[in-house]
């Protein structure tokens, strides 16, 4: 029997919500006072069952004004393309074990870490499971204080994921 026909976990509703990030930049000014300015960029969280994903995985970081986000508009086209590439079970690069980043930290150097889980397709569900803090130095992934598992229901998680694609990926990184 197909693993999700015996699964008896529920079923989680995924969402991307748009909302945005805000720091403040100090310029340097010749012969006059630093000047501080407020800057805001889009960012699009994963929600997952209404609440931000980071609040689930570990409450704690939720809050924190320098909180890790998808790679999904902000980062340049070909890096939310592979973002969502991943997401829809495409090759994972060979250093990440498998992995799928979720989550970035804002200022986009992956160096910085982030969350990454396992992914498994299906043919009814798609789960994100093993979250762990993650980093591309080769170093061990630290398990999550909270042992989560998300099953979302397949054809709904694909359309997001497409969805997705066709809003932060010009024609020419578009996923087949």
Known sequence: MPADETMKEPINTLAIIDDYMEWTESKFRWF??????????PIHEFYVDGAPLMSLL????????????????????KESSEQLRQLLGGTVPAD????????YCQCGDPGCGGVSTRIV?????????????????????????LDRTF???RTGYEKLMHDMTDRFCPRRTRLA
């Open 121 to 145: 397709f299906a043919s009814k569900t798609v789960t994100w499971t093993d979250f762990r803090w993650d980093n591309i130095f080769g170093d061990p992934t630290e398990p999550m204080e």
């Open 58 to 77: 570990d409450p704690e970081e939720a809050d924190d004004p320098d909180r890790k986000i998808p790679t999904l508009g902000w980062a340049p086209p």
């Open 32 to 41: 006059r006072p630093r000047l501080e300015v407020i800057r805001q960029a």
């Open 96 to 103: 990440r074990n498998g992995r799928v980043w979720l989550l």
């Open 151 to 153: 099953v979302f229901e």
